[in-house]
Nanobody, 126 residues
Framework: DVQLQASGGGLVQAGGSLRLSCVAS????????IGWFRQAPGKEHEALLC?????????YVADSMKGRVTVSSDNAKNTVYLQMDSLKPEDTAVYSC??????????????????WGEGTLVTVSS
């Protein structure tokens, strides 16, 4: 089965950091790009960035996260990580990862997803 599982969320104070993990099974993160998304309470899903395991870099980082986020992967563990720093209360949301139907990251990556992983809740207190 093709699956994604996000984890690593929790409660953190403003200014703190968290590292989220997205573990893939049934496919390789080197063959498919991974997108990170979030949904804050009462808001629409927000696309945060796209990571290509083939290229080893993230692209199209959302303005809301620029300068505060680093994305990486451990291909041996088939896992993509999202390191978030300088967290703000407005970062409170359920964070999830999705498989992108390309190896690289197209500009419209958020329209090219299929498998969604169960999200992980990040709560940032002020």
């Amino acid at each position: 089965d093709v699956q994604l599982q996000a984890s690593g969320g929790g409660l953190v104070q403003a200014g703190g950091s968290l590292r989220l993990s997205c573990v893939a099974s049934g496919f390789s993160v080197e063959d498919y790009a991974i997108g990170w998304f979030r949904q804050a309470p009462g808001k629409e899903h927000e696309a945060l960035l796209c990571f290509s395991g083939r290229d080893g870099r993230g692209d199209y980082v959302a303005d809301s996260m620029k300068g505060r986020v680093t994305v990486s992967s451990d291909n041996a563990k088939n896992t993509v990580y999202l390191q978030m720093d300088s967290l703000k209360p407005e970062d409170t949301a359920v964070y999830s990862c999705r498989r992108i139907l390309t190896t690289g990251c197209p500009v419209n990556y958020y329209y090219n997803t299929d498998v969604w992983g169960e999200g992980t809740l990040v709560t940032v207190s002020s």
